[in-house]
């Protein structure tokens, strides 16, 4: 026999849904919160962590033939982050950060600014990373990712070595985010 399943984002939706489908058929209705890791097929269940809220339907033999589910659980799959975004202050007045590249590291929240080499004296203490890129006209333009200095009351949860790989990966992120640039701008010289 074949069983229904289908996934709802309010709880009302699933089990009305279930009731129904138990009246149409005869069938009783029981409600249960289980892992996702449990859901059976079809369910892409490695893209879900948590619990699911499951409006069973069974016959009179106490098979499923239905499974509704309410889930209450984060897509990993299809709601993924970036590992590094821009931050923007924009809100139609003055903007603080106009000009400025200052990246936000979501896994740690670590801030970070990219500048160029000349424009910023660091202190001794201070974590960064130089790097170059080339433009598209074979320029080389020095930058320094550094950690800006709103976030070293947070540095003391991150080992020094964790700290340079992301600023590493940082530099590597934003020389994409240049080539990308360099990439649009010729696009528009060709149009």
Known sequence: MEIFK????????ARCEAEEVARDLDGIVMRASVSCSTMPAPYDVEKWEGTVDAFYVYDEDKNIIGIYAYVKCMQQLQQKLPQFAFLDD???????????NLLLHLKTGMLIEVVYRGDVRLGADAY???FTYTDK??????????????FYLDLEQLNSEEIMETLHASAEWF?????????????????
């Not at 289908?6 to 939706?13: A, G, I, M, P, Q």
């Not at 320029?139 to 709103?150: D, E, K, T």
């Open 6 to 13: 289908e996934s709802f984002l309010y709880l009302e939706d």
């Open 90 to 100: 924009y809100n139609g007045g003055e903007s603080l950060l106009d000009g400025r």
């Open 128 to 130: 960064f990373y130089p």
């Open 137 to 150: 006209f074979g320029g080389i333009v020095r930058f320094v990712a550094y950690v800006h200095p709103s």
């Open 175 to 191: 020389i994409c985010f240049c080539q990308a640039e360099d990439n649009e701008t010729d696009e528009e010289d060709n149009e």
